[in-house]
């Protein structure tokens, strides 16, 4: 650890009360270690599973979905898209790929094995942070009423990547807010400062200026969810394929469910509108 980052005071850890005044430096790097290794335990709990509401804009349009978890996948069931209902027939088709899941262990499978491959990929990422980045305390903030400790971050000149997604901390500059209590991750804001080229860009590469907006949620139980993920960037892929991402994810009205829900289980939960009453509204 580079000299400039091995500060000698990690107060949060201890037992300094929330009144007291915040020393000038802390080990910021051992912080966002243990921040890392909470919120990566926590995204490989399935002891804590959760119905929401969930939100997603892309170039190809906006869809708003009902959400539930089980010990095995993640299901979702389409309620709009671009704003407008689905229409009898689209009803019909994604309520035939939800049941389709209950009769098919093939159908299943695929899907298990999709967001396995997702969440391994976000664990890569989050498990980097803290080699990947430098950090430096920038105070104390209160985040959606809880408190947070704010630290700026720049590249690690000596980090080196061991997998495309986590190409682009190699130029992340931003701010990360931890909370103080939980030391869990709060919110991250990223902008790529340089571009980041990907298989010494014969892979391709992602443009300078790309943007990160995450936020994290504390549930019921200790529990943490990402509530919100935004992305905006734009790059080439093998040389001559422009790439647009842009994206913006929301998640609310979370309600725990029962850990031992099956995939049936799940499906009707999905289907019945009226246990989704409680949770509607968006805030």
């Given at each position: 650890?580079?000299?400039?980052?091995?500060?000698?005071?990690?107060?949060?850890?201890?037992?300094?009360?929330?009144?007291?005044?915040?020393?000038?430096?802390i080990?910021?790097?051992?912080?966002?270690?243990?921040?890392?290794l909470n919120?990566?335990?926590?995204?490989q709990?399935?002891?804590?599973?959760?119905?929401?509401?969930a939100?997603?804009?892309?170039?190809?349009?906006?869809?708003?979905?009902?959400?539930?978890?089980t010990?095995?996948?993640?299901?979702?069931?389409?309620l709009?898209?671009?704003?407008?209902?689905?229409?009898t027939?689209?009803?019909?088709?994604?309520d035939?790929?939800?049941?389709?899941l209950?009769?098919?262990?093939?159908?299943?499978?695929?899907k298990r094995?999709?967001?396995?491959?997702?969440?391994?990929?976000?664990?890569?990422?989050?498990?980097?942070?803290?080699?990947?980045?430098?950090?430096r305390?920038d105070?104390m903030?209160?985040?959606?009423?809880?408190?947070?400790?704010?630290?700026r971050?720049?590249?690690n000149?000596?980090?080196?990547?061991?997998s495309?997604?986590?190409?682009?901390?190699?130029?992340?500059?931003?701010?990360?807010?931890?909370?103080?209590a939980?030391?869990?991750?709060?919110?991250?804001?990223?902008?790529?400062?340089?571009?980041?080229?990907?298989?010494?860009g014969?892979?391709?590469?992602?443009?300078k200026?790309g943007?990160l907006?995450?936020?994290?949620?504390?549930?019921?139980?200790?529990?943490?969810r990402i509530s919100?993920?935004?992305?905006?960037?734009?790059?080439?892929a093998?040389?001559?394929?422009?790439?647009r991402?842009?994206?913006?994810?929301?998640?609310?009205?979370?309600?725990?469910?029962?850990?031992?829900?099956?995939?049936a289980?799940?499906?009707?939960?999905?289907?019945?509108?009226?246990?989704?009453?409680?949770?509607?509204?968006?805030?």
């Open positions: 650890m580079p000299a400039a980052v091995a500060c000698t005071t990690i107060w949060l850890l201890g037992s300094t009360p929330m009144a007291a005044q915040a020393p000038a430096v080990d910021a790097q051992a912080l966002v270690r243990r921040a890392a919120a990566a335990a926590g995204a709990d399935t002891n804590k599973l959760f119905m929401y509401r939100q997603k804009e892309s170039t190809s349009g906006t869809a708003l979905r009902d959400m539930v978890e010990r095995e996948v993640i299901l979702a069931r389409t709009t898209w671009n704003g407008r209902a689905l229409t027939e689209e009803r019909a088709k994604e035939a790929k939800l049941d389709e209950v009769r098919d262990q093939e159908e299943l499978d695929k094995a999709d967001q396995a491959a997702d969440r391994r990929r976000t664990l890569e990422l989050v498990r980097a942070l803290p080699e990947a980045l430098i950090y305390y105070g903030e209160m985040v959606n009423g809880r408190e947070t400790v704010r630290l971050f720049r590249p000149p000596d980090f080196s990547p061991t495309k997604e986590t190409y682009g901390l190699k130029s992340a500059a931003g701010t990360l807010w931890v909370d103080r939980q030391i869990q991750i709060v919110r991250m804001e990223a902008e790529l400062t340089e571009n980041v080229y990907i298989g010494w014969i892979l391709g590469h992602i443009n200026g943007r907006e995450l936020e994290q949620t504390l549930l019921p139980g200790n529990a943490w919100k993920l935004n992305l905006d960037a734009t790059g080439k093998f040389f001559f394929k422009t790439l991402i842009k994206q913006r994810q929301s998640g609310w009205g979370y309600r725990p469910v029962p850990n031992n829900l099956s995939i289980q799940a499906v009707a939960a999905l289907k019945r509108p009226e246990s989704l009453t409680q949770r509607a509204a968006k805030p």
